[in-house]
């Protein structure tokens, strides 16, 4: 671990100068400054000291934070299919029900449907990556094709269909997740 470029992160992040550091620790400007290029290296109370001026503590300083993943690949996705509706939802994010949003690829046969959901609370955004669709909203129809979106509050029982010939695909993000 780099202790001096974590000290100097901390203080950039809440905004205060070298000087403004060292004054508020009871030290000197120069120590800040070779600290944070690691030409020295403070007593554990001087750390102690430093950290509480920076809103942390030792155990929290030097906690190592996890990766978080960001690039997925289809080695993550899960994918479900329904013979019967003749679709199926592959989940792009692992675990996105963890999240605020959760972004699905749901593929749609001629002939097909989505399984129908109920209402909850939210919003849900989609966009048509192939071919045409039908969204069902309780008893209202609205047609989508290849390049549209559509953006919905799901309020009442609603379901995605393909009355056209060719497979449809629709890359489709529910917030808060619901999949």
Aim: charged letters at 25%; hydrophobic letters at 35%.
């Amino acid at each position: 671990m780099n202790i001096g470029e974590k000290i100097k992160f901390l203080r950039l992040s809440n905004q205060l100068t070298q000087e403004e550091l060292a004054d508020r620790c009871e030290l000197s400007k120069g120590f800040i400054s070779q600290l944070e290029r690691n030409m020295t290296s403070p007593s554990i109370a001087t750390l102690y000291d430093i950290l509480e001026c920076l809103g942390t503590d030792l155990p929290g300083f030097f906690q190592e934070q996890a990766e978080v993943k960001v690039v997925f690949t289809s080695e993550d996705f899960a994918v479900k299919e329904d013979m019967e509706l003749k679709s199926s939802v592959c989940w792009l994010i692992p675990n996105a029900q963890k999240n605020e949003m959760e972004p699905i690829l749901v593929t749609i046969d001629p002939g097909g449907q989505t399984y129908p959901d109920n209402p909850h609370e939210g919003e849900e955004f989609g966009y048509v990556l192939e071919g045409n669709i039908t969204i069902v909203l309780g008893q209202r129809k609205l047609k989508a094709k290849k390049g549209e979106s559509f953006m919905i509050s799901p309020e009442m029982p609603h379901y995605l269909e393909n009355k056209g010939k060719k497979q449809a695909k629709v890359l489709w993000i529910s917030t808060p997740p619901s999949f």
